[in-house]
């Protein structure tokens, strides 16, 4: 398959690399110092699932320079979603599915927005990985999985994509309830996020005090109840369900948003607790536990370098 990897990053760059390494033909857009080390040393993977090296990496900034593909895995930061979309004509052909690997669950909705449609199936990732330094990507753990829908295109342009994803040994699979298992993901990732960034502690810090412990569990159910009055199928026990799974986790592990705080990145808090702020008030649902968090986290959301503006 021709796959297009609009984002490069941790996300981006991982699954791009391992789906390439299996035979695929990826094109990686990306910028700046990431790409200039792509196009001079090709790609590195670090992982306890097997490191790869890809050399040379057909990597460029300009979408124009690869044509229509099969898939594009889009996964840039939040922020850019719209600029993003925008730039992604050249890449798209009547079957091209644009399968989000982003965080939050208003992403699909803005995609829809500005891309043709049926174009856009839904999508969710599940990884720990980041960009250690330009050109190289650090996979924490031994989780990587993508669950995708089939947005109502011809089945096999999202078969031969999961049987892709396989032989290149990604966890994968197809979701017949897609916008649910977002919004799954949304839940337990609104609560790490919220919580390891605020408390400035991982996980396993979070879940042991008894008091950040509730507050966890609160800032989840606050989440269950928007997504239940919007109609998402959720269990009204998700919440302590997946306070459960976070007991689960390895100790030290923590958030994209919370390593984004430590480096004085900008932080996608808007997305995540903030999204659950504005949804709640226009289902009329209260969501005070969150709207702390966004009000605490606001003044560091811009990057350290916009601090006050």
């Given at each position: ?6 984002g490069?990053?941790g996300?981006?760059?991982?699954f ?6 299996a ?23 670090r992982s306890?699932?097997?490191?790869l ?8 900034g ?9 898939i ?15 730039a ?6 009547p ?14 909705d803005?995609l ?41 295109a ?9 049987e ?16 649910k ?13 919220a ?10 810090i ?48 923590t ?25 709640g ?19 560091w ?8 503006q």
């Amino acid at each position: 398959m021709r796959i297009a990897v609009m984002g490069s990053g941790g996300v981006g760059g991982y699954f791009g690399a391992r789906l390439a390494a299996a035979g695929q033909s990826v094109h990686f857009l990306a910028r700046g110092a990431h790409l200039e080390a792509m196009s001079r040393n090709g790609l590195e993977v670090r992982s306890s699932l097997g490191d790869l090296r890809l050399h040379p990496v057909h990597a460029t900034g300009d979408p124009a320079r690869i044509g229509p593909v099969d898939i594009v895995l889009f996964a840039v930061k939040l922020w850019d979603t719209e600029s993003a979309a925008r730039a992604l004509d050249p890449l798209l052909a009547p079957d091209t599915l644009v399968i989000s690997l982003q965080n939050g669950v208003e992403k699909d909705d803005i995609l829809r927005s500005i891309l043709p449609r049926g174009h856009v199936p839904g999508g969710v990732c599940y990884i720990a990985s980041q960009v250690a330094s330009p050109g190289v990507i650090a996979h924490t753990g031994r989780m990587q999985k993508l669950v995708f829908g089939d947005g109502g295109a011809p089945a096999g342009s999202a078969n031969a994509f999961l049987e892709a994803c396989r032989e290149a040994r990604i966890d994968s699979e197809i979701s017949p309830s897609i916008e649910k298992t977002i919004w799954e993901k949304f839940v337990f990732l609104v609560g790490l996020s919220a919580l390891t960034t605020s408390v400035r502690a991982p996980i396993g810090i979070v879940r042991s005090h008894p008091e950040t412990r509730r507050l966890l569990f609160g800032v989840m159910e606050e989440v269950v109840c928007v997504g239940r009055a919007k109609g998402i199928p959720l269990a009204q026990s998700y919440a302590a369900d997946r306070l459960s799974f976070c007991d689960s986790l390895p100790e030290s592990m923590t958030s994209s948003m919370h390593n984004d705080l430590e480096r004085g990145n900008r932080m996608e808090l808007a997305w995540l607790s903030g999204a659950v702020v504005r949804l709640g008030e226009s289902l009329g649902v209260p969501t005070p536990l969150n709207r702390v968090i966004a009000g605490l986290l606001a003044p560091w959301a811009p990057g350290r370098s916009r601090v006050g503006q």
